[in-house]
């Protein structure tokens, strides 16, 4: 048993794992968790069909009070395993997120995010984002990179959300009334949660009429992301992605339609 350093409250983050047994790094998640006494673990295991399981069991047992496994009977995609373990999450501590399994953004990351919450209190939600500039190590295949940032400029115009970066897999939440009520349904959509999120979010802010998504969601440049080899994304998938974009387009003014009348 490891002991945690009562630092703060925790925050809980969420790793989807689908058959991540090879190339899960453990060595760097218990390396932040021995760096970082207010990080906690939740590792969804979405239906692996390897030994995933077995491995995240193993971590668990060593880690009994830092980190929970949520299993999956069968594979339901990163988005609804991203929902499971964020209403678990969002049980336990005031602070929770997501992170992709591969580590393309170092775990070290987390604390400049988790400072942006602690700096503004407006902020809610931290999304990392994949800016390329000079003093900032980040190595994106050109191809991701330009289809990436197409995805990003049709999904702000036609939201009417200006994003720079959604699908980066570094996230960071406050518990609150918003998070709780953009989590309460699955999503409608597989590849692009992350999108239909701030949807969600821009619909329920717009019903409120108190603030904007602007104020509540903070974009934070990573210092350093780098493209790790076996991810399961395929060029092919952002043409899943740009129908996905149309399904959320509909659903966002569903979701606006079907908010009951504000009181006068």
Same mark, same amino acid.
């Given at each position: 048993?490891?002991?945690?350093?009562?630092?703060?409250?925790?925050?809980v983050l969420v790793v989807p794992c689908y058959n991540e047994a090879a190339r899960l790094n453990r060595a760097a998640f218990e390396a932040a968790l021995s760096s970082m006494p207010w990080l906690q673990l939740c590792f969804v295991n979405d239906g692996s069909r390897d030994d995933t399981g077995t491995l995240l069991e193993s971590i668990r047992q060593a880690w009994p009070d830092r980190v929970r496994v949520v299993s999956l009977a069968k594979n339901a995609?990163? +988005?609804?395993?991203?929902?499971? #373990?964020? *209403?678990? &999450?969002?049980?336990? =501590?005031?602070?929770? !997120?997501?992170?992709?399994? @591969?580590?393309?953004?170092?775990?070290?990351?987390?604390?400049?995010?988790?400072?942006?919450?602690?700096?503004?209190?407006?902020?809610?939600?931290?999304?990392?984002?994949?800016?390329?500039?000079?003093?900032?190590?980040?190595?994106?295949? +050109?191809?991701?990179?330009?289809? #990436?940032? *197409?995805? &990003?400029?049709?999904? =702000?115009?036609?939201? !009417?959300?200006?994003?720079? @970066?959604?699908?980066?897999?570094?996230?960071?939440?406050?518990?609150?009334?918003?998070?709780?009520?953009?989590?309460?349904?699955?999503?409608?959509?597989?590849?692009?949660?992350?999108?239909?999120?701030?949807?969600?979010?821009?619909?329920?802010?717009?019903?409120?009429?108190?603030?904007?998504?602007?104020?509540?969601?903070?974009?934070?440049?990573?210092?350093?992301?780098?493209?790790?080899?076996?991810?399961?994304?395929?060029?092919?998938?952002?043409?899943?992605?740009?129908?996905?974009?149309?399904?959320?387009?509909?659903?966002?003014?569903?979701?606006?339609?079907?908010?009951?009348?504000?009181?006068?």
């Open positions: 048993m490891h002991d945690t350093d009562a630092q703060g409250e925790p925050l995609g990163k +988005a609804e395993a991203v929902r499971q #373990g964020l *209403l678990m &999450a969002s049980t336990i =501590s005031t602070t929770c !997120g997501f992170w992709d399994a @591969d580590l393309a953004t170092p775990l070290h990351e987390l604390v400049a995010l988790r400072e942006v919450l602690s700096r503004h209190p407006q902020v809610e939600w931290v999304w990392g984002i994949r800016l390329r500039a000079l003093g900032r190590q980040v190595e994106r295949r +050109a191809l991701r990179h330009y289809l #990436g940032r *197409l995805f &990003a400029t049709c999904s =702000s115009v036609l939201l !009417g959300i200006d994003s720079y @970066d959604t699908q980066c897999g570094a996230k960071l939440f406050t518990v609150s009334p918003l998070l709780r009520a953009v989590i309460a349904e699955p999503f409608r959509s597989r590849w692009i949660f992350d999108v239909e999120m701030l949807a969600r979010a821009d619909a329920l802010l717009r019903y409120a009429g108190t603030r904007r998504i602007g104020t509540v969601v903070y974009e934070q440049p990573l210092a350093l992301w780098q493209h790790v080899a076996g991810s399961k994304v395929k060029p092919v998938d952002f043409v899943k992605a740009f129908r996905e974009l149309l399904v959320v387009r509909t659903q966002q003014t569903v979701w606006c339609r079907a908010l009951p009348a504000r009181p006068a």
